[in-house]
Nanobody, 118 residues
Framework: QVQLVESGGGLVQAGGSLRLSCLVS????????MGWFRQAPGKQRELVAA???????SYADSAKGRFTISRDNVKNTVYLQMNSLKPEDSAIYSC????????????WGQGTQVTVSS
């Protein structure tokens, strides 16, 4: 059974940084694409960043230049380093794992709250 557990969320002032982690149990991690999503109240869930098994990354426009996604295939963990945080980054952040082609996310974590105060 595949399980994803996020950690690292919290309350931070605008301009601050947070590092989210997502630990994946199961043997599929190294062969899968990983993504970080976020959903704020009243808004649709959006893909913030993704990283393929080969290490190729992609970012939402809102995250480019501020967020960095990385993965450790030995530790079965994906990270999201978030710098220069803004109040509009406040949301529940969830990690997901899935297939690269066609791109789909099959398993999800419970999410971790990120709140950025102004």
């Amino acid at each position: 059974q595949v399980q994803l557990v996020e950690s690292g969320g919290g309350l931070v002032q605008a301009g601050g940084s947070l590092r989210l982690s997502c630990l994946v149990s199961g043997s599929i991690f190294s062969n899968s694409v990983m993504g970080w999503f976020r959903q704020a109240p009243g808004k649709q869930r959006e893909l913030v960043a993704a990283i393929t098994r080969g290490g190729s990354t992609s970012y939402a426009d809102s995250a480019k230049g501020r967020f960095t996604i990385s993965r450790d295939n030995v530790k079965n963990t994906v990270y999201l380093q978030m710098n220069s945080l803004k109040p509009e980054d406040s949301a529940i952040y969830s990690c997901a794992i899935g297939r690269e082609v066609p791109r789909s996310y099959d398993y999800w974590g419970q999410g971790t709250q990120v709140t950025v105060s102004s």
